[in-house]
DNA sequence: ACCTCCCTGGCC
DNA sequence: GGCCAGGGAGGT
């Protein structure tokens, strides 16, 4: 489930490996995985001869900075993850990617359910397709109390669904947003224009804390293992989660059985004792 | 401000 | 065979 502590923990194993080499050559085996590309060939042909500067995160999106100027961007959907491998290494099924270095190493994207995509994406494209479409990052640019009050006003939607609309924040996907309404104490389904301040600041509080926590933790691999960092460990925040896929199991500030509905059609887990 | 759909695999 | 799953775009 990459959401932000997934990514930003790829990201961090990935940076050694990938800043400063060149890129050799680019597979894109399925084209489904381009499609965000205006003109597909472009992933590879932007990439071959290229060296890589820096590697960046918004939200979800793993951001490649390339030496000329344009950005490799990775989403990585609901199944996607990183590999990194020697050329010639066993590949995992569903490698929808691959990105050969100079020297031989190679970072795959595998992506059972191609719900990920890649692309490589001119200043003007980043602005166009990516900036203009998601909000300040939820760990290096949480916008303030008032700032969050003044995003949630009004709205009728449940806070659980605000939390996952990356507009207003992004990088939170359903597992951590289950995880910070329970460190806040709020029910998921509270519509968010409802929250008083205090609530609002008391998720805004939740909200780093528990992504670091992730993130510490390697992020959260399930038992599918979907999710694993770029060395093939798996994360292991499975072992803190409070309430995601805790359903009957007592909730560990107060016991009673964590519940389960769903909400706009995922998943909600929060215990109705001490959440309101 | 909602659904529906995009995909594949695993589990019941 | 049907249902479920980390995300998000697109259409109504």
Not at 63 to 78: E, K, P, R
Request: with cysteine.
């Amino acid at each position: 489930m990459p959401e932000l502590p997934e990514v930003e923990a790829t990201r961090r194993h990935l940076e050694p490996v990938l800043v400063g080499a060149r890129i050799a050559e680019v597979e894109v085996r399925r084209p489904r995985m381009a499609r965000r590309q205006p003109r597909p060939a472009d992933v590879r042909d932007r990439m071959v001869g290229r060296r890589i500067v820096a590697l960046g995160r918004r939200g979800k999106f793993l951001l490649a900075h390339l030496d000329s100027a344009m950005t490799w961007v990775t989403h990585l959907g609901m199944s996607g993850r990183m590999s990194v491998a020697g050329r010639g290494d066993a590949e995992s099924p569903h490698t929808n990617v691959v990105v050969r270095l100079r020297g031989g190493a190679e970072v795959r994207f595998v992506d059972p359910r191609t719900f990920g995509f890649v692309a490589v994406l001119t200043p003007q494209e980043m602005d166009e397709m990516m900036f203009r479409r998601i909000g300040p990052d939820a760990l290096d640019d949480l916008p303030s109390t008032v700032a969050l009050r003044r995003r949630l006003e009004g709205r009728t939607a449940p806070i659980k669904a605000l939390l996952l609309d990356q507009q207003i924040v992004s990088g939170i996907g359903n597992i951590y947003a289950d995880e910070i309404l329970w460190r806040a104490r709020i029910a998921p389904w509270r519509q968010g224009g409802s929250l008083t301040p205090d609530e609002v600041s008391a998720m805004r509080r939740a909200i780093r804390p528990v992504l670091r926590a992730g993130l510490k933790a390697g992020g959260t691999s399930l038992d599918d293992l979907a999710y694993l960092l770029p060395d093939g460990r798996a994360g292991e925040f499975v072992e803190r989660l409070a309430v995601y896929g805790k359903q009957d199991e007592p909730c560990p500030r107060c016991g009673t059985p964590v519940e389960r509905t769903v909400l706009r059609q995922r998943s909600a887990h929060w215990c109705p004792s001490c959440q309101s």
